[in-house]
């Protein structure tokens, strides 16, 4: 009875045991319905207006495909290399695991596996420690994916789950990541490949150990012959295939950072970071690509002519010994092997020699040698080290440069034969820093975005984020309340010295660009010459609460000076404000809401969030009308005159600050407005003549020239409600038959004048508003700058 007893008790004790022990190596598997509902770590991909991919969040890129897609060549591979009882066994191969065991102990060291396939998907799952439990943990979770899943099932997971090295996860990314192509195009030779792969990824990597890869390539199509799955013939030819090792290129993918950015913020602000880099949403968005590459373009070229005019700053170092500009060499050709040269990039070369004679440099850019002829490095005369802003002195060619020298160069041409030297001209990496937005007027959807020089290195975003003086970009919001306050583009208003009392002795004296006084000045020609005192004399009429009101309206959101400074663009405003408020002008006086995602998508296809167009009227369209007629003569023939280039109606203005610190340019055509600005994030001046005009202009007309160039060329809309009529230049009456460069000139119904100007004379209508010199001066508080310019 006893020995039962006891008997009972062990039974009892085993069978807890055994409870206790299967629970605690079952304990945190993985649901079946998990994998049944297979939801892995997917990208989620952000999408162009036109459906091109133009960014990816992820923590492991992997792409699910059906295993229908795969060609079964790579079913095969992998079944050769792997699991080639793969559809006999039950999830563990008893047989494999004895014989991996007999090799391993005659070897001295593990040279073989015994995993089926179903415990590699089963790892995979898992955490990777190396445990004596993990293993046990991994032969259970076998057997239960074995027994709920069929074999086509558990191929799909596995061939979808596998990391494959180089970022790669799952089969379609692999197949993008090392032959740049779709997972149903490989072929035999690349499938076997890549099935070689999972065993050691960075080992085998043909990207990093090619001979390697290869070898394992033949281990793979050995075993495929071994199992009948292709002949000897078959495989002798797909070794023999020489494999292109590739990536899969993107003109789309990484063309927008800053504006993908934001997209990044704003999904985990509001959705949180798991759902963006686990869930794989689709992000489908406003930006235009091509429209983008424009503006990336006229933003680097920009920075690049302005940094130029500063001077040559020198060589960026200077390698002394061979031995180490053969390792400069080396290392440039190994990022040659993935990216090889391509016109209108920019390497780092090394000066080879000085050639005096014909001042030239040979240029080697890896094991490629290339020319700088003097044309193409002139600007480097100026010779500036410290990169003052106007700072510098000329000095010859031959002086600045000598061998061993480390220097940026941009390719121009790519010669078809490699014994052809590569034409090159001189670069060097811009100081200061510039932004670019376009907005679509109508519906306020972002087209391009640019927020700095390179957003590997600063990813501050100048043109949502930095707050800089608008200077006389500002002005057409000025003149915009005015219109609506009894102005017309006739109006004269007298161009003449104002001064300002302070509280104490000081005095604000505020000036235009060029120091002198033109007398009276009509309205038109006033901002088309961009005339500070007029400006001031205007606000200070209609006054400076209803402008703030008009510039709340049109979008801006940034505090206000509530002073006369406010006509010179004193208050610090963002690139996407000011982009805003000449899109209304743009839109007929509908000022649209900025926005970038039209339509977010999760993995099942459920729409989460559909956006559309939001606009609000805050103008009438004849005010709206006469401003951008006012501002297409800032480009005809005021200070714009540089975006006549353009070639198509083009309305804009100028703006430049204290110091030259900033310089901007903000305009638009029918169905496109874009603002760009260039200046140092430390606000120092960009130097001497480095205007609006000079400076930010060029990227605004180099931007719309690639933008605009398949939008058929329109002039702007008329509304109802306006009359025109010629009108004399001098006194802002209708001209005469005698009236010399008289204007046709566009006014509210109603507003025109009545009267004609005299045949000789000066006299001005009484219907017309004028400011006088008359007008005493007032105390205002003093404004943080002394003079504005254009």
């Known amino acids: 009875m006893r020995l039962l007893k006891l008997l009972l008790f062990a039974t009892i004790a085993l069978i807890i045991t055994g409870f206790g022990t299967y629970f605690y190596f079952t304990r945190g598997l993985p649901s079946l319905e998990t994998l049944q509902d297979y939801h892995p770590n997917l990208v989620t991909t952000v999408y162009s207006h036109d459906g091109r991919v133009i960014g990816e969040f992820y923590i492991e890129r992997r792409i699910v495909v059906p295993l229908e897609k795969m ?47 179903t415990q590699q998907l089963a790892k995979s799952i898992l955490s990777s420690e190396r445990k004596l439990s993990r293993k046990v943990r991994e032969a259970i979770l076998a057997f239960r994916i074995e027994k709920n899943l069929n074999k086509d099932e558990i191929l799909h997971l596995y061939l979808n789950q596998i990391y494959f090295g180089n970022g790669a996860y799952g089969i379609q990314t692999a197949a993008e990541t090392y032959f740049g192509k779709d997972v149903e195009e490989l072929d035999l030779a690349e499938c076997a490949l890549l099935a070689g792969l999972p065993k050691a990824p960075s080992k085998y990597s043909p990207h990093a150990n090619y001979d390697l890869a290869k070898k394992r390539q033949e281990f793979i199509l050995g075993r495929m012959v071994e199992e009948k799955f292709i002949t000897i013939e078959q ?39 798991d759902a963006l880099y686990k869930d794989g949403l689709e992000i489908f968005t406003t930006l235009d690509v091509e429209m983008q590459k424009a503006a990336n373009i006229a933003v680097m070229d920009g920075l690049r002519d302005h940094d130029k005019r500063r001077g040559f700053r020198g060589a960026i170092k200077t390698l002394a010994s061979e031995e180490t500009i053969d390792s ?7 990022k040659l092997a993935v990216d090889p040269l391509e016109a209108g990039n920019i390497y780092e070369g090394i000066i080879t020699a000085v050639n005096t004679k014909n001042m030239t440099l040979s240029v080697d850019i890896g094991s490629a040698h290339g020319i700088v002829a003097q044309s193409d490095m002139e600007w480097a005369k100026l010779y500036n080290p410290k990169g003052s802003p106007d700072g510098g002195k000329y000095e010859e060619l031959s002086k600045l440069f000598r061998a061993g020298d480390v220097i940026q160069v941009m390719v121009k041409s790519v010669p078809a034969s490699s014994s052809t030297l590569v034409p090159l001209r001189l670069e060097q990496e811009p100081l200061a820093q510039a932004s670019l937005l376009a907005i679509e007027p109508e519906t306020g959807g972002i087209k391009a975005m640019v927020g700095g020089s390179d957003f590997t290195k600063t990813q501050f975003n100048r043109a949502t984020q930095a707050l800089r003086q608008p200077g006389s970009s500002f002005k057409p919001i000025i003149y915009t309340a005015a219109l609506d306050k009894n102005y017309t583009p006739a109006s004269i208003v007298i161009d003449s010295p104002l001064v300002f009392d302070e509280i104490k002795d000081d005095q604000w004296r505020p000036k235009n660009y060029d120091d002198q006084f033109y007398g009276p000045t009509t309205v038109r020609e006033a901002i088309a010459r961009s005339r500070n005192i007029i400006t ?6 209609i006054g400076i609460d209803h402008a703030i009101t008009y510039a709340k309206a049109l979008g801006i959101n940034s505090p206000l000076a509530r002073d006369l400074s406010l006509a010179l663009g004193s208050s610090a405003v963002t690139l996407t404000e000011m982009t805003t408020a000449f899109s209304t002008l743009a839109a007929q006086g509908i000022k649209p809401e ?3 995602i039209t339509k977010i998508v999760d993995r099942t296809g459920a729409v989460l969030e559909e956006n559309k167009p939001f606009t609000t009227t805050v103008i009438s369209p004849q005010t709206a009308y006469i401003m951008t007629s006012l501002l297409q003569s800032v480009v005809e023939h005021g200070t714009a005159a540089r975006a006549r280039a353009l070639g198509r109606p083009a309305a804009g203005k100028t703006g430049t600050t204290n110091n030259l610190n900033d310089a901007w340019f903000v305009g638009y055509v029918p169905g496109l407005t874009a603002g760009a600005w260039i200046g140092y994030d ?51 009456l209708l001209a005469n038959a005698s009236t010399q460069d008289a204007i046709f000139e566009v006014f509210k119904a109603g507003t025109a004048p009545k009267e004609f100007a005299p045949v000789t004379g000066k006299t001005r209508s009484t219907d017309f508003f004028m400011i006088d010199t008359d007008s005493k001066p007032v105390k205002v508080k003093k404004p943080d700058i002394t003079k504005f310019v254009d």
């Open 328 to 334: 400069f060499r080396a290392e440039i050709d190994k």
């Open 536 to 541: 001031i004399k205007i606000l200070q009429d």
């Open 682 to 732: 430390e606000e120092k001046p960009l130097g001497h003549g480095e205007t609006g005009s000079q400076a930010a202009l060029p990227i605004w007309l180099k931007f719309m020239q690639g933008a605009a160039s398949q939008m058929p060329v329109r002039n702007f809309p008329i509304p109802d409600g306006l009359e025109f009529a010629k009108i004399d230049p001098e006194t802002g």
């Open 594 to 596: 900025p926005y970038s």
């Open 235 to 273: 495989a002798q030819a797909a070794l023999n295939r020489k494999l292109r090792i590739r990536p899969k290129k993107s003109d789309s993918l990484g063309v927008a950072p800053y504006f993908t950015e934001e997209i990044r913020k704003y999904m985990e602000d509001k959705y949180g970071v």
């Open 71 to 117: 060609p079964p060549h790579l079913v095969n591979a992998f079944l050769a290399a792997e699991d080639t009882k793969f559809f006999e066994h039950k999830g563990i191969d008893y047989t494999s695991i004895f014989r991996a065991l007999l090799k391993n102990v005659m070897a001295g060291k593990v040279v073989q596996g015994g995993s089926t396939i």
